[in-house]
């Protein structure tokens, strides 16, 4: 049995990355020991940095010029059934065919899924929120993102159509790809939580740092910390925080400051602006080019975690809060209903709804709730419960294949 997966994240997407990465690594451990797999790397930066942090199979899967027009005419119809009369592969199912690879796992969303006609799959759906805002700028304008509307529902139409198996993060996630694609089909969806890697770090170094010390070299106001880590993407939806804070000033509160992380993705220019426009340049921060040990001292100080997007039935922070036993306010009616029982919802048409828990004498903070979100954490994110979910896969896959093929 030989594998082949599928890794087209790259370093500067954030959370994607370390979602991809973590998987390369529990779908490497299940593997039993009579298995082989082959890692698929489309990135030359993303290559670099997983064979300097684990012992992997990686492949360097190159995009050049005359690969890319290949692919591009293997998307027409009428030239894809001249390429199949001439036995002319892609230049993935080439590769697949020579390496003699059984099914290939995306461990991330990925268009070269509509590239596999011949070969069975494994995908992967983060989110399907292009669906409910698509008028948003990183569903319809390319510089935004290449991941445009058309390219996502042509790629998740044809997953859900030929896939193995798709793998999804929640329950509610299954249900938004069902009701998309009108799919029946009760055996194709395996859920699997995002799990964080920062946790697993922070167990590895917890003894070697100072994190309080790291975390007052900020330089920050001795004030109650709102965290919120996210790219400046459009639906991370910060400008709902600057409003709702600036509202809570002039409700004469003045306890707390927010803290932003993440990478531009185009919209971080605009929210500059807007903390200046309402001159709120002491009361939100903007760090960047944080290291892991920041982040960590971030979640370890903060007061709690606030997350405004409109994205996600359940997201990495999220579940670094939970490990990390952070409150945490989030937008009303985004998460999975596993999620959504442990933290505040926010109320997105109400810049008041984050003042109204904050308000409160005890900042409406329920600790036994805390409490059991870490509990929740260690039942899902677990690596043995992802490696095992993998196994259950690839068990199932060499069940069926053995109606038409022996496996050697």
Excluded at 66 to 94: D, G
Excluded at 123 to 149: A, C, G, L, T, V
Excluded at 378 to 407: G, P, R
Aim: proline share 3%; glycine share 2%.
């Amino acid at each position: 049995m030989k594998i082949g997966i599928f890794f087209e994240s790259q370093i500067n997407s954030g959370g994607g990355f370390n979602v991809s990465q973590t998987r390369l690594e529990f779908l490497s451990k299940s593997l039993e020991k009579n298995y082989s797999y082959e890692c698929f790397v489309t990135n030359k930066d993303s290559l670099n940095y997983l064979k300097k942090k684990g012992n992997y199979n990686l492949l360097n899967f190159k995009l050049n010029f005359f690969t890319k027009i290949i692919f591009f005419l293997h998307k027409f119809k009428l030239l894809k059934k001249v390429f199949s009369v001439f036995k002319i592969k892609n230049p993935l199912e080439k590769k697949i065919k020579e390496l003699n690879i059984n099914i290939l796992f995306f461990i991330s969303p990925s268009s070269f899924v509509q590239f596999c006609d011949s070969t069975p799959f494994v995908y992967s759906i983060w989110e399907m929120q292009h669906k409910s805002i698509p008028y948003f700028p990183e569903y319809r304008d390319n510089k935004y993102s290449q991941s445009n509307y058309q390219l996502r529902e042509d790629s998740y139409k044809y997953a859900v159509d030929r896939a193995f198996k798709i793998v999804v993060d929640t329950k509610k996630t299954e249900e938004d790809v069902k009701i998309s694609y009108n799919s029946n089909r009760d055996d194709l969806f395996e859920i699997q939580a995002f799990v964080p890697n920062l946790p697993t770090y922070y167990e590895k170094i917890k003894t070697k740092y100072d994190f309080d010390k790291i975390f007052e070299d900020f330089n920050l106001p001795k004030k109650k910390v709102l965290f919120y880590p996210a790219q400046f993407w459009p639906h991370k939806n910060h400008i709902y925080l600057i409003k709702s804070f600036e509202m809570m000033l002039k409700q004469n509160n003045n306890e707390f400051i927010l803290v932003f992380t993440g990478h531009d993705k185009g919209n971080k220019k605009y929210i500059i602006n807007e903390i200046e426009k309402r001159n709120l340049q002491n009361h939100i921060f903007l760090l960047n080019y944080l290291s892991l040990e920041q982040i960590i001292s971030l979640y370890k100080n903060s007061f709690a975690l606030t997350m405004t997007s409109l994205v996600g039935r359940s997201s990495l922070p999220l579940r670094e809060a939970f490990y990390f036993k952070l409150p945490v306010f989030y937008s009303s009616g985004i998460l999975d209903e596993a999620y959504s029982k442990f933290v505040n919802e926010l109320d997105l048409e109400n810049f008041d709804s984050l003042y109204s828990y904050l308000k409160d004498k005890n900042h409406s903070i329920d600790y036994e709730k805390i409490s059991k979100a870490k509990e929740f954490y260690e039942q899902t994110c677990d690596e043995s419960v992802i490696i095992n979910s993998y196994k259950k896969i690839i068990k199932n896959f060499l069940f069926k294949q053995e109606y038409w093929k022996k496996i050697d």
